[in-house]
């Protein structure tokens, strides 16, 4: 038996040296698709066995046995073009009949899902390693479930987007309340990678007790997910937990009209994560009753879930305090809650149980459908005695819900538990979120405890405090690094303070003073040189643009540096949305951004919408390459940068600014990120702020020779890991000082009891 956990570790570690994949989003997407195809084909070996006439649903050229399983077979280019050029264009394109659920899930798999590996020779070495496990080995399927879950918490998804990875403590907290029963339909609506189904396959496959169980359980569980990332994790996480036919939609759960839901679409139980705060797309909340229409998507899916339940099915839950609370449509949504189900319990969980992905403060709600609330009772979970927050090293354990699992069967009221009648909730608006009244102030760990954590969250701040004004002080920016030192007490008191210190390291940086220069090795106006000359050699027009003014230019840079405009080293266009009222423009196959989506980072999530090549055609939309720099124009969102990992076209609002070989982009996404302030200002009119196109052309560029642009983004990303270190910090010792703080009044009240007794 291979060491499963190495394996993975050794392919992740070939992936860090290829230079095509950028961050862990990508390797994993990477490592989820390679780990597909080997999965599919062991599984198609284990079947072929079994029945001589199965035909696998991948077609016999590219199935991984005949061009991966040899570990002396393709690599180098050969290796790259047959990806590139054969396999996932045949996959994306795989013809297949509707009622082939396999062949239809490989198609929107691959449909959605990119091969970022620039370097075959890499490949091979991650392919060989990977060929070294056998999916078919109970005893390496059982291991591999652990380290599956590893992978998946690896996957930081972006806190804008309302999603998360749920801890399996509390998935498996839910199941085990929820108690599904073989033969029960079980769905998650946002299923994400599958967590919340897959704890419910461990808890039926104990019922299981022969072949036709078997296939009811395979018949069981059911999900939808939107994003082609989660998607497939969520198809290969049900694969490995022996689910042959997954029965996962890549769809948006409140794409479908809610009316055309009927008691044949409804299920037993759901179990789920809705994504928090996230914004469904125009027009889609016409798909509900005009009394629940919103924008918000947590909202939405509780009016969704009502609706798929069957009378008597049963539902748990995640919800944030934003869903328990406020008016309009949030209160006409809760009030249907009550009234269509009996929400009979709701757990309180401490801040930090989704920490580092997200703060808010979450809820665990319970509801059957079919009967009218009548009261609600409360259990507040609480942290561990000593602990101060949960984080990623230390997530909350499923031991820690057996109280409650106690307290569930003979409910009564404690410091922990408390009951609120029907009456009440509405006396107050439909308001759930209701406080703890029976909660004592106390202090859960000895006050010398409090004390030393306090020391040594403060001796973490100061000292990665002094890291950083050492690190500025070795490199060109000594008078900063010092007024910095003198004034650092004053200025950083809050976890706010830390984007300033970003933004401190981002001017520094485009001023030249964060790297060391090397005047006279290199100089950039031979760029300017090479990208002229590039434009004669295509006959392009001249930018025409004016000579840039000493008025203009905004502080001094290096010797060998130049100061251009941007349109004259970049080329760039905004994009164009097709005619909504044809319907042959719209759900085709061509990623369409919005302003929104933009991510101030690499772009991997795919776009909520999608165009068709006559929507690209017949519109002013263009298609913008993987490695193109986006920036928003207008709105809200004004200045918002991202950059594209895979190719897509845009709305109007958005600008993009296409790769260049002469200029680093994630030189230019640091530039414009410095400049965001000054852009929005500049461009501000009577309603909202408008970037021109025209202002960006013409806005002052400093161009820093095409090496000294690798050292500048290197020294930008150190330096930002020692600002991320410091936030956390921050966090710490707020947290640690607020601790402190209730300590000192516990022991100034003891004191003064104690004196009153004397006396």
């Not at 009996?342 to 149980?353: D, K």
């Not at 200002?681 to 000294?708: C, H, M, R, V």
């Not at 936030?727 to 009153?756: I, M, P, W, Y």
């Amino acid at each position: 038996m291979s060491n499963i956990g190495g394996v993975i570790k050794s392919i992740r570690d070939i992936f860090r040296k290829d230079p095509g994949l950028s961050g862990d989003a990508q390797r994993i997407e990477q490592l989820g698709w390679m780990i597909f195809l080997k999965l599919f084909d062991d599984k198609d070996k284990e079947k072929e066995i079994l029945d001589r006439k199965y035909k696998s649903a991948i077609p016999s050229t590219f199935q991984w046995r005949n061009w991966a399983e040899d570990d002396e077979g393709m690599t180098g280019d050969e290796l790259i073009d047959f990806i590139n050029n054969h396999l996932f264009p045949a996959l994306k394109n795989l013809k297949v009949s509707a009622d082939n659920r396999l062949g239809v899930i490989i198609r929107n798999i691959f449909d959605g899902t990119n091969n970022y590996m620039k370097s075959g020779t890499t490949f091979r070495q991650a392919i060989n390693k990977l060929n070294e496990i056998d999916f078919n080995s109970s005893k390496e399927h059982h291991i591999f479930n652990v380290i599956y879950e590893d992978i998946l918490q690896g996957l930081a998804t972006k806190k804008d987007t309302g999603e998360f990875y749920t801890p399996r403590a509390v998935t498996q907290f839910i199941i085990d309340m929820v108690n599904p029963k073989l033969g029960e339909k079980i769905i998650d609506p946002a299923c994400g990678t599958a967590g919340f189904l897959v704890c419910a396959i461990e808890h039926l496959r104990k019922q299981v007790k022969n072949v036709a169980d078997r296939k009811t359980l395979q018949e069981s569980i059911t999900g939808t997910e939107l994003k082609p990332l989660p998607f497939m994790l969520s198809v290969v996480n049900l694969i490995t937990h022996d689910i042959e036919v997954p029965q996962i939609e890549n769809t948006d759960a409140l794409s479908r009209e809610l009316t055309s839901i009927k008691q044949k679409d409804r299920v037993d139980i759901i179990v789920t994560n809705p994504p928090f705060g996230g914004v469904v797309g125009d027009g889609m909340e016409t798909n509900f009753p005009l009394n629940y229409r919103t924008k918000e998507s947590a909202d939405l899916f509780l009016i969704l879930f009502i609706q798929l339940l069957k009378d008597g099915g049963r539902a748990g839950i995640v919800l944030p305090d934003g869903s328990l609370t406020g008016d309009g449509v949030k209160q006409r949504v809760r009030q249907k809650l009550l009234e269509d189900c009996n929400v009979h319990t709701i757990v309180r969980l401490p801040q930090s149980v989704f920490a580092p992905y997200a703060t808010v403060n979450t809820n665990l709600i319970f509801f059957d459908k079919g009967k009218s609330t009548k009261a609600i009772w409360y259990y507040e979970h609480t942290l561990p005695e000593g602990a101060k927050a949960y984080n990623k090293t230390k997530p909350i354990r499923i031991e820690e819900f057996d109280s409650i699992k106690k307290w569930w069967k003979k409910r009564v009221e404690s410091e922990a538990a408390w009951k609120v009648s029907i009456d009440s909730i509405k006396e107050n608006g439909f308001n759930l979120d209701i406080k703890n009244p029976n909660q004592k102030k106390t202090i859960h760990q000895p006050f010398k405890n409090v004390v030393n954590d306090h020391r040594v969250t403060e001796e973490k701040l100061q000292t990665t405090i002094s890291q950083l004004i050492k690190e500025l002080s070795s490199l060109n920016c000594k008078e900063e690094a010092s007024i910095l030192s003198t004034h650092i007490g004053k200025v950083i008191k809050a976890e706010k303070a830390i984007p300033q210190l970003d933004s401190l390291i981002l001017k520094l940086a485009i001023r030249g003073k964060i790297s060391v220069q090397d005047t006279k090795r290199e100089s950039a106006s031979k760029i300017i040189e090479q990208i002229n000359q590039r434009r004669a050699d295509k006959n392009l027009k001249s930018k025409n643009l004016p000579p840039l003014k000493n008025e203009e230019i905004p502080f001094h840079v290096p010797l060998n540096w130049s100061w251009v405009r941007l349109g004259e080293v970049f080329d760039s266009t905004s994009g164009g949305t097709p005619d909504r009222g044809n319907a042959t423009y719209w759900k085709g196959d061509i990623s369409w951004l919005k302003s929104g989506e933009l991510t101030d980072d690499l772009i991997t999530e795919m776009s909520e919408e999608k165009i068709t090549e006559l929507g690209l055609k017949n519109s002013s939309a263009k298609l913008f390459p993987k490695g193109t720099l986006l920036i928003a124009l207008y709105g809200a969102t004004a200045g918002k940068l991202g950059i594209l990992t895979y190719p897509s076209t845009t709305n109007q609002a958005i600008c993009g600014f296409f790769e260049s070989e002469f200029i680093k982009t994630k030189y230019l996404f640091y530039y414009l990120s410095a400049f965001r302030e000054k852009m929005v200002e500049d461009s501000w009119g009577q309603a909202q702020p408008n970037i021109s196109q025209t202002y960006l052309k013409n806005f002052p560029f400093a161009l820093p020779p095409i090496e000294e642009q690798s050292r500048i983004i290197i020294e930008i990303e150190r330096l930002f890991s020692i600002t991320k270190k410091l936030r956390q910090c921050l966090v710490d010792n707020q947290q640690s000082t607020e601790l402190l703080l209730t300590g000192l009044l516990h022991q100034a009240f003891k004191v003064n009891e104690l004196e009153e007794v004397e006396s």
